[in-house]
């Protein structure tokens, strides 16, 4: 069964910094794609960064200079934020696609004064 769990969460000013993390068990495949995707009210779900296999990321253009993602085991990711603005402010989502896409619960990451 495939799991994805998140951490790392919460509630920072503008300028702050945040790291999410992510593990994953049970993927199928021996070599996958791990990434962040973010969801803010109304608005459709965006890939934020992904890192595939092979070590190549990509990330969306209004976080490139101030978030990294970075992968410490083929199972494990995690998302430095730095320089927070609010409208970072959404619910952050772990991804994996091996196959198809699996996704995590969702965390929230609010950027407020």
């Known amino acids: 069964q495939v799991q994805l769990v998140e951490s790392g969460g919460g509630l920072v000013q503008p300028g702050g910094s945040l790291r999410l993390s992510c593990a994953a068990s049970g993927i199928p495949c021996s070599i996958y794609t791990m990434g962040w995707y973010r969801q803010a009210p109304g608005k459709q779900r965006e890939l934020v960064a992904a890192l595939n296999g092979g070590g190549r990321t990509n990330y969306a253009d209004s976080v490139k200079g101030r978030f990294t993602i970075s992968r410490d085991n083929v199972a494990r990711v995690h998302l430095q934020m730095n320089n927070l603005k609010p409208e970072d402010t959404a619910v952050y989502y772990c991804?994996?696609?091996?196959?198809?896409?699996?996704w995590g619960q969702g965390t929230q990451v609010t950027v407020s004064s």
């Open positions: 991804n994996v696609h091996c196959l198809r896409d699996y």
